[in-house]
Structures are given as C-alpha cells and as structure tokens.
C-alpha cells in the first residue's frame, strides 16, 4: 500500500471516528477532540489527493476543513464571550 493512501485511509477513520462518537453522544459538536479529528481527517485526506487527485472531493475537503476551523473558533468565542458575562455578573 501506498504511504498516500494508508495516510488517506487514517484520515477516513478519523472523519468516521469522530461522527460516530458525536452520535454515541461522547463528544459534543463543541468539543475540541471532535474539531482535531476533522482537521486531521481533513488534511490526511487532502495529502492522499495530492498523490491521486480528484478535483471534487480536494474542494469538498478543503471545504469541510474550512469549515470545521471557522466553526471551532466561533465555538471557542462564544464560550469565552458567555464566561465572561458570567463573571460580570458576579
């Protein structure tokens, strides 16, 4: 097997891992460990395009990396926007 496709191969897992574990309900959609498996799953999967690329799923990859980035640090603010109103309010 090639190193780009068993790197391709760990980025599926990791894609599947993390939606797996969001519908078992041990992480939410918030949490950080489910933001690094997308991003590892996202950038594992854009190396294996590299080596065999197919125009539509690199987009819809960087895509979802994308969005996965923005997501996690607009979850990020959010938490600490709502600490800090709670701290005023104290």
Do not use: C, P
Not at 13 to 25: D, E, N, P
Not at 46 to 75: C, D, E, K, P, R
């Amino acid at each position: 097997m090639e190193l780009a496709t068993a790197i391709g191969l760990i980025g599926a897992v990791a894609y599947l891992a993390g939606y797996a574990l969001i519908q078992m309900r041990v992480l939410t959609i918030d949490d950080g460990r489910y933001a690094a498996l997308n991003i590892l799953g996202g950038l594992a999967l854009i190396y294996s395009l590299l080596w065999n690329f197919n125009l539509g799923s690199f987009l819809t990859q960087v895509a979802w990396l994308i969005f996965t980035v923005v997501g996690y640090v607009h979850s990020r603010h959010q938490r600490r926007k709502a600490g800090a109103a709670s701290e005023a309010n104290q």
